[in-house]
């Protein structure tokens, strides 16, 4: 995944690219609005600070949204409310306050990027095998059939859907579907892959792995 970090403090920009670095991203670093406008063509997500020293951060979110579908996270000033709600309206997927750590803006990252996967059609659909999910619209469909789910269930199916294959924890299904603050029991958890498995018909689906938490299998052409 490529991001182009745009930030003119060499004291936030040097040490963040390192870590984004770390964390497995590609990035580009550039430190103005008009460096940020050449570099963009190409790359998966722009994290935009907002006070840059030419172009406004907003006048760049704008520019970048109208010509082209790359979600942005805007860095923000702590407090700057007003900032924040001109990003969210210039078209801005997120932002983050300063200071935050790396931890967060890598969620942060992923959470758009998974969210932001449009198809030729503009909505959000996943598919594997026979399973459809709108990650937009929340519907789900299986070998054509709609499958009724409850929120919290479509979030359960949709978080391991976003990497079929991939072991997700417990505490990751929890904090992604239920909160970031999540220290309930994970019972909870169980009953709603239960309730999933039931209404998907096929429980071989939505493999437990014992001691760490559940991965979707292939779902093949249908149950
Ligand atoms: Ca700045």
Redesign the pocket.
């Known amino acids: 995944m490529r991001i182009l970090l745009v ?3 060499a004291g936030i920009r040097v040490p963040l690219a390192a870590s984004l670095v770390r964390s497995g991203f590609e990035v580009t670093a550039v430190d103005s609005g008009a460096a940020a406008l050449e570099a963009v063509e190409g790359v998966d997500l722009v994290l935009l ?1 907002l ?2 020293p030419d172009i406004d951060g907003s006048e760049v979110c704008r520019r970048i949204r109208r010509d082209g579908a790359v979600p942005v996270i805007v860095i923000s000033a702590r407090g700057d409310e007003i900032d924040r709600v001109t990003m969210l309206d210039s078209g801005a997927d997120d932002y983050v306050v300063k200071p935050f750590g790396t931890r967060e803006i890598v969620a942060r990252i992923r959470a758009v990027a998974r969210r932001s996967v449009p198809s030729d059609d503009g909505s959000e659909i996943v598919e594997i095998g026979a399973l459809r999910l709108d990650n937009r619209s929340h519907v789900v469909t299986l070998s054509g059939q709609p499958v009724e789910l409850t929120p919290k269930e479509f979030g359960v199916l949709a978080f391991l859907a976003a990497d079929p294959g991939r072991v997700r924890t417990r505490e990751e299904i929890l904090s992604e579907v239920w909160d970031e603050h999540w220290w309930g029991p994970t019972k909870t958890l169980d009953v709603h892959v239960a309730s999933l498995r039931r209404k998907l018909g096929a429980p071989g689906w939505i493999i437990t792995v014992r001691g760490v938490g559940f991965r979707l299998d292939d779902v093949g052409d249908g149950p």
């Open positions: 930030e003119d403090d600070d006070g840059l």
